[in-house]
């Protein structure tokens, strides 16, 4: 089927896939511009991209983020190759520049002049500054309560921000059917739009580069639907076909004690993901997507994980703030509580003796704590006041301050 704007299959209204002509593709060649490429964003991995003209990519530099070895957060943990690879250094500070990047570019190719998306916040704020970036216009839906932070990057680019009641669910239907009613080209990232994977997957491109051309034993990800990690699973399979990697990783995936569908067939050894309902309210925003509508979503995750010998978790919400203080505090990296839960499963599993001291694991940093800050300073004192050197020295060696690191 050639490229469209398809958001299932026409035939049986499944789930689509893009696939590229594998044989046809030079090997040598391919990978001669993945390292060779003078770009600094993921449309260095243009031969296995789904735009064909240069002139409609449209990019901010997305991609690229580091992979910081964390030996400090390793030992406490008990992982000597602990990896964290940092998608908070994004354009729009989270990993959704990738998926927003490569889908709007598709959009853009085919002749698409306004684009619509649903959103937990992080995609919505990505599309709203590629659709400005490319000279689109751009309606954002989002659950009414996301952070506030992301919702400010979405208006001030420019994007036409719309609530809807209710859980993430809701804004899926509606960017939806909206896109259904008017013909606008729909990017949202779940596995609706099938190109917004493909720059998902440009995540193990880079891993498997920055570990030396190798694949690690582990990479965690926090899911919603999962199209990240489906995504990264494909990036890591189209290695393996390229003849570049023996095997893939374990994929783990992580999800809110809030809402946890994918965990739940998971855990009960179940075949297909069912809809989550009940409340949605948790401090991971950026995962909690209850797939009301589309559970088969949730069900291709699910046989992601399975295939790969990897583990669903669910991590309890106050972990999540908690361990995104521990690793700004013993790494520097600041993230939102959505993406600290990574952390959570590293800790879990290695208790578990699933995850071994000597293996190589990657957690992947979705989001950049800046998104998110009052989730963490809602925890904190106001700093206190010095008017002297003579102040601030007996300040900071009194009492153990009730700062955001040490809190109470
Ligand atoms: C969207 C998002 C996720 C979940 O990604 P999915 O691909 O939708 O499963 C994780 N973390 C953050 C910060 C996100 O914004």
Redesign the pocket.
């Known amino acids: 089927m050639p490229l469209d704007l398809h958001y299932s299959c026409p035939r049986c209204g499944g789930i689509l896939e893009v696939i590229y002509d594998y044989a046809a593709l030079d090997k040598s060649e391919a990978v001669a511009t993945f390292t060779k490429s003078t770009l600094t964003s993921l449309w260095r991995f243009a031969p296995l991209l789904p735009v064909g003209e240069a002139a409609n990519r449209i990019s901010l530099g997305e991609g690229n983020t580091p992979l910081l070895l964390a030996e400090r957060l390793g030992k406490k943990l008990g992982v000597t190759s602990l990896h964290l690879k940092n998608e908070g250094t994004n354009p729009t500070a989270?990993?959704?520049d990738r998926p927003t990047s490569v889908g709007i570019s598709v959009a853009k190719e085919l002749g698409a002049t306004r684009v619509i998306i649903a959103s937990?916040?992080?995609?919505g704020a990505a599309a709203a500054a590629y659709a400005a970036r490319g000279g689109l216009s751009c309606v954002v839906v989002m659950p009414q309560g996301t952070p506030i932070g992301k919702v400010a990057q979405a208006v001030s680019c420019g994007a036409r921000v719309i609530y809807t009641r209710g859980s993430y669910s809701s804004s899926y239907k509606l960017a939806l059917d909206s896109s259904a009613a008017f013909g606008w080209a729909n990017l949202t990232?779940?596995f609706l739009n099938p190109y917004t994977v493909e720059g998902?997957k440009t995540v193990a491109f880079e891993i498997w580069e920055q570990l030396g051309r190798r694949v690690p034993d582990w990479v965690i990800i926090?899911?919603?639907?999962?199209?990240?990690?489906v995504g990264t699973l494909k990036g890591f399979d189209e290695l393996r076909m390229l003849g570049l990697t023996d095997g893939v990783p374990g994929m783990i995936g992580v999800q809110s004690e809030a809402v946890h569908p994918v965990a739940d067939a998971f855990a009960s050894g179940e075949e297909v993901v069912k809809e989550w309902y009940g409340s949605t309210k948790t401090v991971s925003s950026?995962?909690a997507?209850p797939l009301v509508g589309y559970p088969q979503d949730g069900t291709l995750t699910l046989n992601a994980i399975k295939k790969t010998h990897g583990q669903c978790l669910i991590a309890p919400d106050k972990v999540a703030i908690a361990l995104g203080r521990t690793l700004a505090e013993t790494e520097g990296v600041f993230v939102?509580p959505?993406?600290a839960i990574g952390i959570y499963a590293v800790g879990e599993l290695k208790t578990a003796g699933i995850i071994r001291s000597s293996d190589t694991v990657v957690v992947v940093l979705?989001?950049h704590g800046l998104k998110t800050p009052d989730a963490y300073t809602g925890f904190s004192e106001e700093p206190p006041i010095a008017d002297s050197p003579k102040v601030l020295r007996s300040i900071i060696e009194s009492e153990p301050q009730p700062n955001l690191l040490h809190g109470r």
Request: no cysteine; proline share 8%; charged share 15%.
């Open positions: 989270s990993f959704k937990s916040g992080n995609a990232s779940t998902d926090p899911i919603g639907a999962g199209p990240l990690l950026g995962i997507d939102e959505t993406s979705t989001g």
